[in-house]
């Protein structure tokens, strides 16, 4: 079996909740910070596993976004938030009561800054190098508009991992992410790796949202081509009835498919199943 309709959850989409209170002790933590974190906005299935450990992928610029995207449940209706100077320097905190030694910092989607926000990440990377040592740190960024300088702000502060998630194949860009560009996302990886070749560059991509095989291993060349050192491949599970519905729910071996087809064309690592998302587990490439 490869695939199946999107009707009810397949046995191997069961989930364990995590600790409870944990979770709560969590939460607590980041409200009391004014922090958010891509776990909760974007209503991630491995939020128990990963809030229990403790890790989270940090969340900055607010938890507004200025992009539509069909498959994201982060909040589109009302106005951006002010950019808070304190962030840096609360995630940097945070990170250390948690015990971190890997920091992954994403964002919302800032069309509305000049830099797309671009300087709140090194700023961020900068609090959390200086606060603690040995930490290593991974930003998962959105495409800035395709804008060079804004990528170089990013990389200048060396983190360990620049990941953009490519996200789903070409054909579905119009229905999935329709004010991205497909072949702009690729032109990101490139030049990340072009600015700093020294740094691991990732992507990610879901599947279940209508895509063939042949698209899926197409998207893995593109991305080795453009130099992507890393790319995870999940499931797609629908957040909220608000967002697009899935097609497919892909089978466990579908996924091991991929990973070995990844792994055949070169590409160094591959991170493909069911539960998996562009952050889960994301010190093991650091490993």
Not at 64 to 71: K, Q, S
Not at 163 to 190: C, D, F, G, M, W
Not at 222 to 232: E, I, K, N, P, R
């Amino acid at each position: 079996m490869g695939k199946q309709t999107a009707k009810r959850l397949p046995a191997w989409l069961s989930r364990r909740m995590g600790q409870p209170s944990r979770l709560h002790d969590m939460k607590n933590i980041l409200r009391s910070r004014n922090l958010h974190t891509v776990c909760e906005s974007a209503r991630c299935p491995n939020i128990g596993e990963c809030f229990s450990k403790p890790t989270a992928t940090f969340m900055i610029l607010g938890d507004v976004c200025t992009r539509r995207c069909g498959f994201c449940s982060v909040d589109k209706t009302a106005e951006p938030l002010f950019v808070d100077a304190n962030e840096p320097q609360n995630i940097a905190l945070t990170a250390k009561e948690l015990g971190l030694r890997h920091v992954v910092i994403t964002s919302v989607t800032r069309d509305d800054l000049a830099d797309g926000g671009a300087a709140q990440f090194a700023l961020t990377i900068r609090a959390v190098r200086d606060t603690i040592n040995p930490i290593s740190i991974e930003v998962l960024t959105p495409d800035f508009k395709g804008d060079e300088k804004a990528l170089k702000i990013v990389l200048d502060e060396k983190p360990d991992i620049f990941n953009h998630n490519i996200e789903t194949v070409s054909s579905l860009y119009a229905k999935v992410r329709p004010q991205a560009n497909y072949r702009q996302s690729l032109q990101v990886i490139e030049t990340a790796k072009k600015i700093a070749d020294c740094i691991m560059t990732k992507s990610g991509l879901m599947v279940g949202l209508g895509e063939t095989k042949d698209e899926v291993k197409s998207v893995m060349n593109d991305l080795f081509h453009a130099g992507c050192d890393a790319v995870t491949i999940g499931q797609y599970l629908r957040p909220s009835a608000k967002n697009l519905e899935v097609s497919e729910y892909i089978s466990p071996e579908v996924f091991k498919e991929y990973e070995e087809y990844g792994k055949e064309i070169g590409l160094k690592h591959v991170y493909s199943g069911p539960f998996v998302r562009s952050s889960y587990n994301a010190e093991m490439f650091v490993r």
